[in-house]
């Protein structure tokens, strides 16, 4: 189980090594990020649409917008590209027991005692609109047992809530 190759060279790396040991599969926990760095992503998204764009100043403008995503991909494309079995999960920002930016905890605490700062909830203008989903720790944990479990192979899992938010639409649901 592959949490660290977020790069497209790690991974190379990673396969160059563990290849010739034949594993059954290789399970990369990937991020949603690759769709911002994709052609046509849909509503509600679909693994299918991680796909870069054709035209290469588009890919390019993608990918310095989103270099965590085109990182993310580049990682996907050279693990598929390897040959060996995998199954790629693709998961939303991480909340919950193990989430080390401590992100859920900052909103929470924010929107409980904003009214003591005496200012609103603080939503970049930039960011205040745009979507985002989430995805619960241990339902990633849960997701990698299922996948060896099954005996799957060759197979991209999008792992998150169905729902989306925005960190405006956030704060309220927070509150």
């Not at 909340?95 to 939503?123: K, M, N, S």
Request: hydrophobic residues 40%.
């Amino acid at each position: 189980v592959d949490f660290t190759s977020s790069k497209k060279g790690m991974m190379e790396e990673a396969v160059r090594v563990l290849g010739p040991l034949n594993p059954d599969v290789y399970i990369f926990v990937s991020a949603a990020a690759v769709y911002d760095v994709s052609a046509n992503p849909q509503n509600p998204l679909q693994e299918s649409d991680a796909v870069r764009p054709a035209d290469p100043t588009l890919k390019e403008s993608y990918s310095e917008h989103n270099v965590f995503g085109d990182n993310m991909l580049g990682s996907e494309e050279a693990l598929v590209a390897s040959g060996l079995p995998y199954v790629i999960l693709r998961c939303g920002d991480l909340i919950g027991p193990r989430d080390t930016t401590l992100r859920w905890w900052q909103y929470q605490v924010w929107t409980e005692h904003f009214d003591l700062i005496g200012a609103g909830f603080p939503v970049p203008s930039d960011y205040e609109h745009l979507p985002f989903s989430l995805t619960y720790g241990d339902d990633v944990g849960k997701a990698v047992v299922s996948v060896i479990n099954k005996g799957v192979v060759n197979e991209i899992y999008n792992i998150a809530m169905e729902k989306t938010f925005t960190l405006a639409s956030l704060s309220t649901v927070a509150v």
